[in-house]
């Protein structure tokens, strides 16, 4: 039987990034495999084109040669080298019926962690291992209760199809589009989403969420022409003037009437040293919006300013998308359901159907939802309250392992009710 906690730790010490989950994503083949389920992972289960926001080639090989010195199985990591690190299992149950699927993100964030004695994993010894990496949002423990639930669900107790989805680089909003354009989602009849802590204590669980904005988050490039910034400053072209340019003008884009936005220049960089005219520089933008036609129209004027901010001095400029989500709606019958079952479960003493969230953040299973709502199926993101030390993606942060059980336990009972 799997130690939960055991399972948590082991995940927390050794977090990956997105699309870099090689170790994770291995173990949680082979776990899966042993317990009977057909599992699908690499290039069968995430589409290759659709996956954004990549890290470079250089990044990719060595968090994969990494995975390899830390036990990562070499056949099955052989199948994800480049990034293709989704995982989907499937089980079919001892009667007919529905499909029910159940998401489970695996990426951490490039966050260096805590070594102050009053943090959990520092006094544990189960710190991350890796250096400026750590799971700071709880997708280890997320990791753990899916394949937790999994192990108790293989006795194949319940009505038609069990369909699993560990997904890849959820931070950054990058991971799930392209589950969704491989096929992952054909079939669902019912998926669950779920996350820990949001500011929901250890014991509550929320039913169903709101809040959730849409965005796009781009990757822009400036190229111009480098020169003597003394001797000859005219002949130079100065990219990163350019991409200030665009800066400002992004930051003043108006507000919107129809709905609430958000625009946001997160990083700006470029240049090689004080007496040459920049050459190239880069811009990571994020836009949001509660509606999701009015970011697209928000995500269109801030590619207009960089294409013209671009013309303005001379320069050439290409924007990539590297991320998105839409907004999430979910539907009310699953969420009274997880709150019918979570009331019979120890370790849950407050339930309730709508979380209305006010965080104002993105999630990018909102392309899953959407997609089994396209095929006339139902979804909800649930929200499995957890004490919190310390914020999401903050250096302290940890999780109630507490919860982690009755979280499994509710899965549980979803899965075999329906």
Do not use: W
């Not at 309250?385 to 549980?412: K, M, N, Q, R, T």
Request: charged share 25%; with cysteine.
């Amino acid at each position: 039987m799997i130690d939960i906690i055991a399972l948590r730790r082991d995940l927390h010490t050794h977090p990956e990034l997105g699309f870099t989950e090689f170790r994770t994503a291995t173990k949680v083949v082979q776990m899966l495999s042993e317990m009977g389920y057909q599992v699908i992972y690499g290039r069968d289960a995430i589409d290759d084109d659709s996956r954004r926001g990549l890290p470079k080639l250089e990044v990719l090989e060595d968090a994969y040669q990494r995975a390899l010195r830390e036990g990562a199985d070499p056949d099955i990591v052989q199948q994800m080298r480049g990034g293709f690190t989704a995982v989907v299992a499937e089980l079919q149950g001892d009667e007919d019926g529905p499909t029910t699927a159940f998401r489970f993100d695996m990426d951490a964030l490039p966050i260096r962690e805590s070594e102050l004695d009053r943090h959990l994993p520092q006094k544990g010894q189960f710190r991350s291992a890796h250096e400026g990496i750590m799971h700071a949002c709880a997708h280890d423990g997320h990791t753990s209760i899916g394949l937790a639930l999994a192990e108790r669900l293989s006795d194949r107790k319940f009505a038609g199809k069990l369909r699993l989805l560990f997904q890849p680089a959820e931070e950054g909003v990058r991971g799930a589009y392209a589950m969704v354009k491989k096929g992952m989602l054909e079939g669902v009849d019912r998926l669950f989403c779920m996350h820990l802590g949001t500011d929901v204590p250890s014991g509550h669980i929320k039913g169903s969420s709101a809040g959730f904005l849409a965005t796009t988050k781009l990757e822009a490039r400036f190229t111009g022409v480098s020169s003597h910034a003394g001797a000859s400053p005219e002949e130079g072209r100065n990219a990163l003037l350019g991409a200030s340019t665009a800066l400002l003008n992004i930051h003043a884009l108006p507000r919107f009437s129809s709905a609430d936005t958000r625009v946001n220049v997160g990083i700006l960089e470029g240049g090689t040293g004080a007496n040459i005219i920049a050459e190239q520089a880069r811009m990571v933008i994020e836009t949001r919006s509660t509606s999701e036609e009015t970011n697209l129209e928000l995500e269109r004027r801030v590619r207009q300013i960089i294409e013209h901010s671009a013309a303005m001095h001379e320069l050439s400029a290409s924007v990539e998308t590297i991320g998105g989500a839409i907004p999430i709606r979910c539907d009310l019958e699953l969420a009274e359901l997880a709150v019918r079952e979570a009331k019979g479960i120890p370790g849950f003493t407050h339930a309730e159907t709508v979380a209305n969230g006010s965080a104002l953040g993105s999630e990018d299973a909102s392309y899953m939802i959407r997609r089994v709502q396209e095929q006339g199926g139902k979804a909800t993101y649930m929200i499995v309250g957890s004490d919190l030390p310390a914020s999401h993606h903050h250096p302290e942060f940890d999780i109630d392992e507490a919860v982690l059980s009755p979280a499994v336990s509710l899965l549980e009972r979803l899965a075999r009710t329906l």
